[in-house]
Each structure stands twice: as C-alpha cells, then as structure tokens.
C-alpha cells in the first residue's frame, strides 16, 4: 500500500470513528469547477489585488453608487473572467463527495469560504456559508435574505420589506462583519467538532481560519485535503496532498463500508 492510500485510510479511520466531523472548505474545491481560486498561481487577487478593505464602508456611504456598480458588471471588466467561470460553473466530484458524506450521516456541517452556490447545487443541506452566496441579497439589519430576482431594483438602494434597512449582495465584503447568526454557527459546529477536514483552503483569512484551530486546540483532528502545503500542514493529522476532486470521493468510497 502506497503513503497515499496509507493517508486516504488514515482518514477514514479519524472521519469513520469522529461524532462530529465537520467540513471547512475553500476556493480550491471550486477550482475543479473551472473557477479560478483567488491566491496562488491564476488566482483572481493574484491577477488583479486583493480588494480594498474598506468597500463596505464605501456601500455604507453610498449604497445608490454601490448599487448601480453592482448593476453594471461591465462597470468591473477586470472580474469579468471570473464571473463568467461563476456563471458557466458546475459542482464537481467533491462537491458531490461532501454530499454523499452528508447523506451517510457522518458529515454534520459544512463550512463554506465559497459564494458560488454549487455546494446548494449539490445538494447541500447542512450548509453554512461564512461569506454569503452570490446568488442572494440580504438585509444588513436582520439578516433577511431572498434570491437576487426578489427585487427589480427600479427604487434603488433596495430596502428591506422586513425591517427598512438596506438591502446589499449577501457575499461578505472586505471590512464588512460577517452576519452574526452566521458567525454564531461556526462557531457552535468548531466547539462541537471532534474531527475537521479542511479542503481547499490556503487558511489565511480569518476567522475561518482560527476554526480548525479551534478543534486541535479541543483535543479533535484536522485532515487537510489540498494539493499544496497551508499553514495548517504541520498540525494535520493527516495530509491528503492532491486534488479535492480526486481525493473526496476516494474517501467517500471507503466510508461506505464504515456506515453499512
Ligand atoms: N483541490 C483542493 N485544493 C486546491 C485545488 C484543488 N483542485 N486547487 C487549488 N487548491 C488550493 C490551493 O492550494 C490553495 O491552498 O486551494 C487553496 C485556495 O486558496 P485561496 O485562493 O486563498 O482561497 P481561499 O482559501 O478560499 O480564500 C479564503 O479569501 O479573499 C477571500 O473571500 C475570499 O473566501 C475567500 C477567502
């Protein structure tokens, strides 16, 4: 039996016996999907900066401007690429791995880092996304969310029919808190967690970065799926060096027979 196979067993074993196995995932599950990851070699910050930290505050000042940016992609031609990989975009096989794990009831959560949508596409159900979902909008005030279409946006800025406040993308901006009920889950699922797997995910933005911390510093295991060495490499129980596309459904295959 080859390290790999070696690995892809040890993992089994530490997602097979855990209580609650958690998922932490990053742009490089997407990857695979033909979305280009935001760091590292073609990534959308390496190409083009990362974004100002300040643009909800610059929404916060002027969500009329805000609004019709948002409303005029061609405003953005330097993201265009990138939405359009969005837009043309499918789950891939670890997408469908995660769910499959879901479905054997030894996935609790999901933590997704990721606005694509293609983890609901999935099928997803236990489902939280850190940074929103490009798909929705949501009121800063409480938290209401709808599909885009739910507006016309002829009245701009958008209100909430709920409570009047404003009405933004949901995907989480640079400077902008991230919604407390969504921040209070992630929370609640890394205290709960005996076993995190952490696919896809350079691990240095926080604070998602701090939950798989948060589990080793519990007493659970961290299982890195990533082709590349992170900054959780060194505390990793186990290190499945290679594509999530690959890899999920490997283990996906042998857990199967954990659950029968
Ligand atoms: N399978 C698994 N991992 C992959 C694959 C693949 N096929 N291809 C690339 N990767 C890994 C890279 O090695 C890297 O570690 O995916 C990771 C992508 O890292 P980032 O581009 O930094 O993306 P992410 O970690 O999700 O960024 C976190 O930063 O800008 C914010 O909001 C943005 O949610 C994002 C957050």
Not at 100 to 120: F, P, R, W, Y
Not at 137 to 163: H, K
Request: glycine share 8%; with cysteine.
């Amino acid at each position: 039996m080859g390290d790999d196979e070696r690995a892809i067993e040890r993992a089994v074993d530490l997602i097979g016996a855990s209580n609650h196995a958690v998922v932490l995932v990053g742009a490089g599950l997407s990857a695979e999907s033909g979305i280009p990851t935001f760091r590292g070699a073609g990534g959308l910050w390496t190409k083009v900066g990362e974004p100002s930290m300040n643009g909800y505050e610059q929404f916060l000042r002027d969500p009329i401007r805000w609004w019709e940016h948002q409303l005029s992609p061609e405003a953005d031609p330097a993201r265009t690429e990138f939405r359009e990989a969005i837009d043309r975009a499918e789950p891939n096989a670890g997408h469908y791995a995660l769910v499959s794990m879901e479905k054997l009831g030894v996935l609790k959560m999901t933590i997704t880092q990721n606005v694509d949508n293609l983890h609901v596409r999935a099928g997803a159900v236990r489902l939280v996304e850190i940074h929103g979902n490009r798909t929705k909008v949501r009121c800063i005030g409480c938290e209401a969310r709808w599909p885009r279409e739910a507006f016309d946006y002829e009245e701009l800025p958008p209100l909430c029919p709920e409570c009047g406040s404003l009405v933004k993308g949901d995907t989480v901006m640079f400077g902008e808190p991230i919604p407390p009920s969504v921040i209070d889950a992630c929370f609640r699922e890394s205290a709960a967690c005996d076993c995190m797997i952490v696919c896809g995910t350079s691990a240095t933005v926080f604070p998602a970065a701090s939950f798989p911390r948060m589990v080793k510093e519990n007493g659970g295991t961290l299982i890195e799926v990533n082709p590349n060495p992170t900054p959780l490499s060194d505390m990793a129980d186990v290190t499945l060096r290679g594509p999530t596309g690959e890899l999920l459904p490997e283990v996906v295959k042998r857990l199967s027979y954990w659950t029968i």
